[in-house]
């Protein structure tokens, strides 16, 4: 942890709902921290954030809210799709909020790893480099053959394993680090998003990927901080800006480990839910929806008024840990 200091769930609620104190990583700050919860609160909601700035984070949460990595593309001499990706595993601590050090486990350095991105059909060849101090394996949802699992095939550090499969079935589903003991390996950061597209494409939209994701800073098997892509209250502090009247699409993955649910909130409007993306009519129309672990939709919606709109865990706590955002939404973007 490079001497930086952890802190309890409490602490990082008394930071978080306060925002006039931040997250400064220091005995300090910590105690004037738990002393303001104790007084009345700001009933401002611009407070429900941290102060200070990430420097140090794996992801760009604004870049990587729309940055898919679609493989090195060929065609091989049946005409089919060929898509090469690169993965490698390997140990490095990110800033998840400022001043708040983890000691993550990362595919290509970063949490979440690479969105990948194929369409239903094409041959997929992943190439994992272990890079990393510990044993890891990429388990891959959707439908493939066992020897490409990625569970009995464990890699050790300085080895390499290719999975190679056909891509299906259509829909929005995920990665992750299946060697035991697994929820180590998941909350340490070894997961990502995998979407395959199906052969005619979806409507245009607005697209985004959120990963809902959280951190146990002093391991005591309790999520300290909450986020969706990495950085707690990334979204609250940078709003989203999108277009009025135009189609949003959210990838909304839960690779959240220790709570058992997670969960998102819109306001202002009301979504329709695609569950696991792997049909083209959505299964329900509502602006809460909640997800278990490994669970993932994809969302779409219109914002027809102006303004900023919230979205956020309906877990309070979740939100007040970081598990909130803000779509700010424009006539036109500049």
């Given amino acids: 942890m490079s001497g930086k200091r952890t802190m309890t769930r409490r602490q990082m609620l008394a930071r978080g709902a306060l925002g006039a104190v931040g997250v400064a990583a220091t005995a300090k700050a910590v105690g004037a921290a738990e ?10 909601p611009n407070t429900a954030s941290t102060v200070g700035v990430v420097t140090n984070a794996s992801v760009d949460p604004m870049t990587f809210l729309e940055e898919f990595d679609f493989g090195r593309v060929s065609t091989l001499p049946s005409g089919q799709t060929l898509r090469t990706f690169e993965l490698h595993a390997v140990d490095r601590e990110i800033e998840i909020a400022p001043g708040v ?6 595919y290509n350095g970063q949490v979440p790893g690479p969105t990948l991105r194929a369409t239903e059909g094409d041959l997929l060849r992943m190439n994992f480099h272990n890079r990393s101090s510990h044993p890891h394996t990429i ?6 053959p066992a020897n490409m699992d990625g569970v009995f095939e464990v890699v050790e550090p300085g080895e390499t394993f290719v999975y190679e499969f056909v891509a299906k079935p259509f829909g929005l589903h995920l990665y992750h680090c299946h060697t035991v003991p697994i929820r180590k390996h998941i909350s340490k950061g070894l997961y990502g998003t995998f979407i395959i597209d199906p052969k005619g494409g979806r409507p245009p939209a607005r697209e985004m990927v959120m990963v809902a994701n959280g951190f146990d800073t002093n391991f005591d098997g309790d999520n300290e901080v909450y986020a969706v892509n990495t950085v707690a209250f990334a979204y609250q502090k940078n709003p989203i800006v999108v277009r009025k009247g135009e189609l949003q699409r959210i990838y909304l993955v839960n690779a959240l480990e220790f709570d058992p649910i997670n969960s998102l909130h819109l306001h202002g409007e009301l979504f329709h839910v695609y569950r696991t993306g792997t049909s083209l009519e959505p299964s329900d129309y ?7 672990q490994g669970e993932r939709h994809i969302l779409e919606f219109t914002f027809d008024e102006p303004g900023r709109f919230m979205f956020h865990a309906h877990q309070s706590e979740f939100t007040e840990l970081g598990w909130m ?3 700010n939404v424009v006539d036109v973007v500049a």
Wanted: with cysteine; hydrophobic share 45%.
């Fill in 35 to 44: 002393k303001l919860a104790e007084l009345e609160p700001s009933h401002d």
């Fill in 286 to 292: 509502t602006d809460t929806i909640m997800m278990c």
């Fill in 101 to 106: 050090f983890f000691p993550a486990w990362t």
């Fill in 325 to 327: 955002g803000v779509f």
């Fill in 139 to 144: 388990h891959f949802h959707g439908i493939h």
